[in-house]
């Protein structure tokens, strides 16, 4: 007598990877706007927690490899600019905590709401040069998701990155920009095995 048993779906995960570019800024919990922000990294996002409000809820880790910063080579205090000369300053950010809301799961097309928490640290002290190495990070976008095939989709968004010391040291005068974002997710393989 043969007996077949259904093994529980795998958790739906992806992997994204994901550009990030600054277009403008906004004074939200940050005073400096002349320090510009460009990211690409890879995301994780699996299906940890279920379903809210109709959306998907996923938990989200990621790592930003490229992080680069173009910031004023002579600053005061505040992160205002001295000099009418730039800099290029490289980081690396890791970001392991966040959430990812995603409506129409399965569909088409699906909206998001993301937010990720994290550290970066860059060669040069960020923002001012009076601040510090390392900051915290907070990146948060909207955006929707399109399906390519099986196995891909595309995304695109905006959303707001913060980058700020958190009063490490008296000077932090950190920065709200306004980011573009734009990315490919890789589904990982989910079906049902029977035996």
């Known amino acids: 007598k043969q007996s077949s048993k259904v093994l529980k779906e795998p958790v739906q995960s992806e992997l994204i990877f994901e550009t990030s570019n600054c277009f403008g800024h906004i004074a939200l919990f940050a005073d400096t706007i002349w320090s510009y922000f460009n990211v690409a990294g890879v995301e994780y996002d699996r299906n940890s927690w279920g379903k809210f409000i109709g959306a998907r809820m996923d938990y989200v880790a990621g790592i930003l490899p490229v992080a680069i910063l173009r910031q004023p080579s002579k600053t005061d205090v505040w992160g205002d600019p001295l000099s009418k000369n730039f800099e290029t300053v490289p980081g690396l950010g890791i970001l392991p905590f966040g959430m990812r809301m995603m409506w129409r799961d399965g569909k088409t097309w699906k909206p998001y709401f993301v937010a990720k928490f994290g550290v970066i640290g860059f060669t040069k002290k960020a923002i001012s040069q009076y601040a510090t190495y390392q900051n915290m990070l907070v990146q948060q976008a909207v955006g929707i998701q399109f399906r390519l095939n099986d196995r891909w ?25 306004m980011m573009y974002t734009a990315g490919l997710s890789y589904h990982f393989k989910t079906r049902k095995a029977h035996f």
């Open 153 to 177: 989709d595309a995304r695109t968004g905006i959303g707001i990155l913060h980058i700020s010391n958190f009063l490490m040291v008296p000077s932090d005068p950190g920065t709200d920009q």
